[in-house]
């Protein structure tokens, strides 16, 4: 069974940063997607962010690229998401996700639908 635990979130003034870090275990297989995803008070879960655990491949939401980068460290199960320039509608709960091994063909990377295993979040909020 996969488990993911999200940290570092925090509240930050706009123009701030944050990195958070998701530390999975139970993932016996070497070819995934992780992603962040993001849910603010009345509004939809967004995808945020994208990694594929066998490369550098990683994909972006328009309103975060430039200013987010998410990276995998395989050696110790982590995903990190390094927030910068902050404002204050990156303001949600943050979470993190997998998927299973499979394969990814079409697979619509920001799509809640797509990934299996979710965090329990950790909260992000900017203040202006």
């Known amino acids: 069974q996969v488990h993911l635990v999200e940290s570092g979130g925090g509240s930050v003034q706009a123009g701030g940063s944050l990195r958070l870090s998701c530390a999975a275990s139970g993932i016996t297989y070497s070819s995934y997607f992780m992603a962040w995803f993001r849910e603010a008070p009345g509004k939809e879960r967004e995808g945020v962010a994208s990694?594929?655990?066998?490369?550098?491949?990683?994909f972006y939401a328009d309103s975060v690229k430039g200013r987010f980068a998410v990276s995998l460290d395989n050696a110790k199960n982590t995903m990190y998401l390094e927030m910068n320039s902050l404002k204050p509608e990156d303001t949600a709960m943050y979470y993190c996700?997998?998927?299973?091994?499979?394969?990814?063909?079409?697979?619509?990377?920001?799509?809640?639908?797509?990934?299996?295993?979710w965090g329990q979040g950790t909260q992000v909020t900017v203040s202006s």
């Open positions: 996700a997998s998927t299973l091994s499979r394969v990814f063909e079409g697979m619509e990377l920001l799509a809640p639908n797509e990934y299996h295993y």
């Open positions: 990694a594929y655990s066998r490369t550098t491949f990683t």
